[in-house]
């Protein structure tokens, strides 16, 4: 409100057509809080900002700086679009598209022509008939317990937890990363074993995708939603997850990471910490547990996908690929970090499991 009742900013828009772009950023606020509190922080940003400028008459664009995965915005633009709060898709829309997507979703034309087509028609949809806001008066609480619980779990695991930063560079291939040096930018912002909030996003979720936990997508959502049962009875949650296209698109893109992860070979990954595996890993493994039973209330069905046949059948067909990858990978890191890490021939084939892993998986960071 200040700035656009601020003459002199007044008038540097006037001069652009009274349009305002903003950029939102993904990739940090849910390292820092979670997949879910991150999501909802953005929602709650975008509709308060779509709000003012219209109350000043100005034209807001965003600016989704997403990533190529779901932890750091990634998904379906279409459905992301049509998820967004009323009123703030407008009709200026700019995303970013992360490399390693590009060449799935451009490299044909056909299939491009396709992309732009449905990211097109979910803003005409989105301006024109815009999704109706849910009716339940308690789906503001319901989603903010679910958030709010969720990013204390969250902040708990990576921040309270003694020795996690150590087991996150033991119990992932987070050196063979930093190594690659791939991407634009460093992996972290300062060099030797920086602190998690030092980390970049990339590198931190590039090596939980690896490793088979896909931690920074799930964990926490069981918690969120076992407090959200509780305050407001299954029933409500359950009837707000229908209804609201926002919780929708969240819970999907959550069961499809799910789908991906599988902590049986993550366990294995795990050992590669030594003491510190049995004293975090059972953590993740009862908030895992918790976040597939809370799925599993939600959609009355024990069965990730079960919504989506193809999807579940695609995965299932490339996992047990995968898994070969994953044993391989988990004997050349005890091997590569038992020498030092100075074998450049194992290094070597760590690389090829990295980029083996993450093709199968079609996850990087």
Avoid: C
Wanted: aromatic share 8%; no cysteine.
């Amino acid at each position: 409100d200040a700035l656009f009742g601020d003459p002199v900013y007044r008038g540097h828009l006037q001069a652009r057509s009274d349009r305002q772009l903003v950029m939102l950023g993904y990739s940090d606020s849910s390292k820092d809080g979670g997949l879910v509190a991150s999501r909802w922080g953005l929602y709650r940003a975008q509709r308060a900002l779509a709000e003012v400028a219209a109350r000043h008459g100005v034209e807001l664009g965003f600016f989704h700086g997403r990533g190529g995965t779901v932890s750091r915005g990634g998904g379906k633009t279409e459905r992301a679009i049509l998820a967004a709060p009323r009123g703030s898709a407008g009709r200026r829309f700019r995303v970013t598209e992360q490399g390693e997507v590009i060449h799935r979703k451009y490299s044909v034309r056909a299939i491009a022509l396709r992309n732009l087509e449905q990211a097109l028609g979910a803003l005409v949809q989105a301006e024109l008939r815009p999704a109706p806001p849910p009716s339940s008066d308690d789906a503001e609480a319901i989603a903010e317990t679910i958030a709010e619980h969720s990013e204390q779990a969250w902040r708990t695991l990576i921040g309270g937890t003694e020795g996690f930063v150590d087991y996150f560079r033991a119990a992932t291939p987070i050196d063979v990363i930093e190594r690659m040096k791939i991407g634009s930018r460093p992996a972290s912002r300062k060099s030797g074993n920086p602190s998690i909030e030092q980390m970049r996003a990339i590198p931190w979720v590039f090596a939980w995708s690896q490793s088979r936990h896909g931690l920074p997508t799930w964990f926490g959502l069981g918690t969120g939603l076992q407090a959200a049962f509780d305050r407001f009875g299954t029933e409500a949650v359950q009837s707000l997850v229908q209804e609201w296209l926002f919780l929708q698109v969240m819970v999907a893109d959550v069961e499809m990471v799910l789908a991906k992860s599988d902590l049986a070979i993550a366990a294995q990954y795990s050992r590669l910490a030594g003491p510190l595996h049995e004293r975090i890993f059972p953590l993740i493994e009862a908030e895992f547990a918790r976040t597939i039973e809370g799925l599993a209330t939600l959609r009355q069905d024990g069965e990730l996908l079960s919504y989506d046949p193809r999807l579940q059948r695609i995965i299932q067909l490339r996992n047990p690929y995968v898994d070969p990858l994953s044993v391989l990978q988990i004997d050349l890191l005890k091997r590569w970090r038992a020498g030092d890490r100075q074998d450049e021939g194992l290094f070597a084939t760590l690389v090829s499991t990295v980029n083996g892993i993450a093709r199968g998986l079609q996850n990087t960071g």
